[in-house]
């Protein structure tokens, strides 16, 4: 399986013993690949959002993990690497998930065969990454089938939950680019996404790349979209979902919940199974990441001569608060879409997912 054009957010180039991924905080100004090798190098591209999305965030750091272990693979530094790569952010699971399939996989290992066994375990990752995102796809794509009448579909997403999130394909894009190459007609509303501006920045950029008819609009235009009639669903990832079904996923999604239910509009999260904390009773467990005020009070760009240039937005001694995710109650979700299948949002929709992991292969 390959996204629409068989570009990849994330490689593992062998002869120069490095990962390679897109400098996101560039785009779409200029498409950048930047290598990793340090330590150091992998918990600055997490922090700094050179990578983003909850996938490619976990990913990223197995590698990180695993390129640690080929400097020093005694347990101290495992564990140092671990717990250092595991800081950079605080909200997406996925990162805990991936660090934890690397260790698992190596810390019974004598410590000379640590380092390619990591390696071996983050090309599984990536790899199983970009099969299940196409599998969400495909899930996806029924439902927005079953939505489909005459013209195009209108679809809402927020954030960038397309494969600069992932590997491949991404989660809630995902179904978009198997329609839009099925022949299904869809056009996409893409909030925004203040303040770092991903929807705008980042998932405008994929769609454009591959043809995807869009607009973007700012995100507090997307209620009264919502309430136009205009908007046949909305489509977001998650960074984190608790044991009832409660999406943890970019600031704004819980608006754009509510104003879809309002509506009465099909609200659909797509999901791998790893973005699932079963350790998290419901939202109010999820830690959400604060992040520097800045972020809200000036913007960076490109200027008319193609300079980047960051501009203060808010006046002198103005302050912000900047939480980077918010909580959608379960009961505003119309089904998380996995690898697996659609399931309710709903304690018992999660349990029936469990039991079909259970059931096939692990990981
Ligand atoms: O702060 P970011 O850009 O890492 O946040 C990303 C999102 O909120 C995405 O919607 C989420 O990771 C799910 S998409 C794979």
Not at 128 to 154: Q, T
Not at 233 to 243: E, I, N
Request: charged share 15%.
């Amino acid at each position: 399986v390959t996204s629409p054009e068989g570009l990849c957010s994330l490689r593992w180039n062998a002869q120069s013993e490095a990962v390679e991924v897109i400098d996101q905080t560039l785009l779409p100004h200029s498409l950048r690949w930047c290598q990793l090798r340090s330590l150091e190098s992998y918990c600055h591209a997490i922090s700094a959002m050179q990578v983003r999305g909850a996938p490619l965030i976990g990913i990223t750091a197995a590698f990180g993990l695993a390129q640690a272990l080929a400097r020093d693979p005694s347990t101290e530094n495992l564990q140092a690497a671990s717990a250092a790569l595991l800081a950079t952010r605080p909200t997406a699971v996925n990162l805990r998930w991936a660090l934890a399939a690397v260790v698992t996989a190596v810390q019974d290992l004598e410590p000379a065969s640590r380092a390619g066994a990591a390696l071996a375990q983050a090309l599984q990752l990536r790899a199983r990454d970009i099969s299940n995102c196409a599998r969400m796809g495909e899930h996806g794509l029924d439902l927005l089938r079953a939505l489909h009448r005459a013209g195009p579909l209108n679809i809402m997403t927020h954030c960038n939950a397309g494969w600069l999130a992932t590997v491949e394909w991404g989660t809630a894009l995902a179904p978009i680019y198997k329609a839009h190459a099925a022949g299904i007609p869809v056009h996409v509303w893409v909030s925004e996404t203040r303040p770092r501006n991903q929807g705008m920045n980042l998932t405008a950029w994929e769609l454009q790349r591959a043809a995807v008819p869009y607009t973007i609009v700012t995100d507090s235009g997307c209620g009264q979209l919502l309430r136009s009639g205009a908007i046949d669903c909305v489509l977001v990832g998650s960074d984190r979902t608790a044991a009832n079904g409660d999406v943890c996923n970019k600031t704004g999604t819980y608006l754009k919940a509510l104003a879809a239910r309002a509506n009465d509009i099909p609200f659909y999260v797509l999901l791998p199974e790893a973005t699932i904390d079963w350790h998290c009773a419901s939202g109010d467990d999820i830690p959400i990441e604060e992040r520097d005020e800045r972020e809200v009070l000036a913007v960076t760009g490109v200027d008319t001569t193609g300079l980047r240039r960051e501009v203060m937005l808010a006046g002198s001694g103005a302050r912000a608060h900047n939480p980077a995710f918010d909580i959608t109650p379960a009961a505003l979700v119309s089904a998380l879409v996995t690898e697996h299948g659609s399931f309710e949002a709903s304690p018992a929709g999660l349990q029936r997912l469990r039991s079909q992991i259970s059931s096939s292969s692990p990981i």
